[in-house]
């Protein structure tokens, strides 16, 4: 049973910028923690970024990743946002959208155990 889903990926330039989404599919779920992470091929799963409802406005970006991408959350809407700048060929990834309600996902949210509700993922691939 698909919970989230996740819009916003295609093809682009180096340099260039896309924005994802991601919505639940249906009613809300309460949702404390989202997150992005990605999947290179050949690679394991990659935290991306994460904001929660907790947070008081604060989100995580993985370290590698601060200034090109940021993300952003809808509490209300359980929806989560992530804008990609200055894009990359190593960018390319299919980009998954991760979500929970438990408490312990505020102190992992790098972690993909933290989550329990996963996106199909979007893929977005950079090119030169």
């Known amino acids: 049973q698909v919970q989230l889903v996740e819009s916003g990926g295609g093809s682009v330039n180096t340099g260039g910028s896309m924005t994802l989404s991601c919505a639940p599919s249906g009613r809300t779920f309460g949702w404390i923690t989202m997150a992005w992470f990605r999947q290179s091929p050949g690679k394991e799963r990659q935290f991306v970024a994460a904001?929660?409802?907790?947070?008081?406005?604060?989100?995580y970006v993985s370290d590698s990743l601060k200034g090109r991408f940021t993300v952003s959350m809808d509490n209300a809407k359980n929806e989560l946002t992530l804008q990609l700048n200055s894009l990359q060929p190593e960018d390319t990834a299919i980009y998954f959208c991760a979500a929970d309600r438990r408490s312990d996902s505020r102190a992992y949210y790098y972690r993909e155990a933290a989550y329990t509700s996963w996106g199909p993922g979007t893929q977005v691939t950079v090119s030169d």
């Open positions: 904001a929660g409802s907790w947070s008081g406005g604060k989100t």
